[in-house]
């Protein structure tokens, strides 16, 4: 599949709504008829004959439950997509009827209010993935790996991320309960979240004794790979050649932000990402551009933690295996898929997982995320002391270098 191929180059990577739902890479298209097989030749499809336990139980319903006038054909329609999504046994393949369609298409905009956390699926159980920087839910005290057991008294038991999202936002100045659960701890607690605006930070850079340059990513929006590169003059510049990228609690965002940033670092040609289609298609490789501007001497350390999913594992990984750079912190989130976004009707769309993310090495970030080469977790006491025990070891590791 190449550019012209694309329906949509979007290519998101940690999508921010207003609850952050996190895809690795949204395409927008459609076109093909489908439908049941008359003859049953083609083994996807399904023949009439096979089709009659569905319409079987339609009309038994119809008739049989106490207050069937009440489900029209169309909520019936659009039920049955939904369950013919959910039983793919993927989160992020999702049918969305119209309302949640226009919904879906505004946060695409960027329009949208909420708490300011990034949420996804973890071994079936709804997860924080990150809270956003000076947003409600970080100032509420929500931590990345909190476990979400409950929105507005609703539990969360085989939810999709989608309803949870559709629960959590809501109008700025409007207030949402959620029950959270922390690693180790002694019971839930209930927070009471004031939705708000979310304002997504970019960039932030900073210096350490010894000459070392800190460049903290907060998320790979449209513009971070020019702040991305503003930053890396700005380390050029300084005579320093001890860098520490900071990738915890960064969701995601563009593949195409994160693609150019590990062009800076690598030869033309190299491996940055594959995507795999499987079965469907051939892979397509992206290399990098071959910007490639730091010799050997460069000594380079990239925090991760369990809030880095998606494009950051794009980057992480390939800076990883490529020899680049060595991973500080604690297990990434393991977040590496490509969703379609498809239009059914004109008011309905289907948002399907067509592809995975590989890394150089072929490890598939869905299934594995990116282990650290100095594994370092905070305590709940480093957290409250402010104590950066993550960073501190990067700045260890390159102080005994030279």
Known sequence: ?????????????????????????????????????DDGNDEKSITKDQFGPYWKAWHILDEKFVEAASST??????????????????????????????????????????????????????QVVTPIKNSPAERAGVKTGDFILKIDDKSTVDMSVDAAVKLIRGKGGTTV??????????????????????????????????????????????QSHNLFRNALREFVTSGNHKLILDLRGNPGGY??????????????????????????????????????IFNKNLRMYILVDGGSASASEILA????????????????????????????????SLKVTIARWLTPDGHNLSHDGLEPDYKVEPTEKDFQDKNDVVLNKAVELLTKEF
């Open 317 to 348: 990984g390939a800076l990883k295996e490529n020899g680049v750079a060595k991973l500080v912190g604690t297990k990434t989130f393991g977040k590496g898929s490509v969703q379609q976004l498809i239009p059914i009707t004109s008011d309905t």
């Open 177 to 222: 309960k959620i029950l959270f659960f922390t690693k180790g701890a002694s019971k839930p607690v209930e927070r009471s979240i004031v939705r708000d605006v979310i304002n997504i930070p970019t960039l932030e850079t900073s210096t350490k004794p010894g000459g070392i340059f800190v460049i903290r990513l907060y998320s790979f929006t449209a």
């Open 73 to 126: 054909p169309e909520k019936k329609l659009y039920g049955s997509i939904q369950g013919l999504a959910s039983s793919f046994g993927d989160p992020y393949t999702v049918f969305f009827p119209p309302v949640e369609s226009k919904q879906f298409e505004e946060d695409i905009a960027g329009n949208f209010e909420g708490v300011g956390m990034e949420i996804g699926i973890k071994d079936k159980q709804l």
């Open 1 to 37: 599949m190449n550019f012209q191929d694309r329906k949509i180059v979007i290519f998101l990577i940690g999508l921010p709504l207003a609850v952050l739902i996190f895809f690795i890479g949204v395409y927008v298209g459609g076109g093909k008829s489908y439908g049941p097989s």
């Open 255 to 292: 593949l195409d932000a994160a693609w150019d940033m590990a062009s800076w670092f690598l030869p033309t040609g190299t491996t940055v990402v594959t995507e795999d289609f499987g079965k469907n298609g051939s892979p397509t490789v992206y290399r990098s551009k071959g910007y490639n």
